[in-house]
């Protein structure tokens, strides 16, 4: 099947500090999502990515579709405190949502005080 | 708009017990999602809802299976619980268009099977 593979697996920052993170896939998707998700609770839906190469931002976070469809990274700009978390990226590969997101094992943001 | 509503957030079964869970979606979306997530194999698909049909499957045994009721209210049942089943059990709900393909999930139940 299909599998993303998202890295890093976990990061140590300061707050302030730029962050970057990136999902791979083996496959093609037609959409790529980011999600966040705190302890206890569900994913949160950051930033949609509908077509190849299509840069949007959300406040600090900017995300981008990768021109070859087979990857997507996410950005997040001057860190504070309640960007910690951990963030997924999820594909899907048919467009009309018949299929379910296939999801990276997540990057854990970390910010040392 | 109310969120993605799961009932209940906290679930303790015992092994061979089974157990049903509740998921309300956004009004006005009709598709429904399930997703299993744990610490070891991340978030899996379960299974896809839309007006009142399963759509898609995620690669589970028979034991889970689902629903979905016409005022696109869902759940989703575990027979026969296994330890491995323990889990947060998301649900997520999406307009379901070709323009917007947006999943957005609940807070989940936390099963635990002793």
């Known amino acids: 099947g299909q599998q993303l593979n998202q890295s890093p697996q976990s990061m140590f920052i300061q707050e302030g500090e730029d962050v970057s993170m990136n999902c791979t896939s083996s496959?093609?998707?037609?959409?790529w999502l980011w999600y966040k998700q705190d302890p206890g609770e569900g994913p949160v839906l950051l930033i949609a990515?509908?077509?190849?190469?299509e840069l949007t931002s959300n406040g600090r976070l900017t995300a981008q579709f990768g021109i070859t469809r087979k990857d997507s990274f996410l950005n997040i700009s001057a860190s504070i405190p309640s960007d910690v978390g951990i963030y997924f990226c999820?594909?899907?590969?048919?467009?009309?949502?018949?299929?379910?997101?296939?999801f990276g094992k997540g990057t854990h943001l970390i910010i040392q005080p | 708009k109310a969120g993605v509503t799961q009932t209940p957030r906290y679930l303790i079964k015992t092994r061979g017990q089974q157990v049903t869970l509740s998921c309300s979606p956004i009004s006005g979306h009709r598709s429904v999602s399930w997703y299993q997530q744990t610490p070891g194999q991340g978030l899996q698909f379960l299974f896809e809802?839309?007006?009142?049909?399963?759509?898609n499957k995620g690669n589970f045994p028979g034991r889970f299976s689902g629903r979905q009721f016409s005022n696109s209210r869902s759940e989703m049942n575990v027979s026969t619980l296994e330890l491995g089943d323990s889990a947060l059990y998301l649900c997520?709900?999406?307009?379901?268009?070709?323009?917007?393909?947006?999943?957005?999930f609940g807070p989940g139940t936390r099963l635990t099977v002793l």
């Open positions: 997520a709900s999406s307009l379901l268009s070709r323009e917007v393909n947006e999943q957005f």
């Open positions: 990515l509908y077509k190849a190469g």
């Open positions: 999820a594909g899907q590969d048919s467009g009309g949502g018949a299929d379910g997101l296939t």
């Open positions: 809802y839309f007006s009142e049909t399963q759509r």
């Open positions: 496959s093609i998707f037609n959409t």
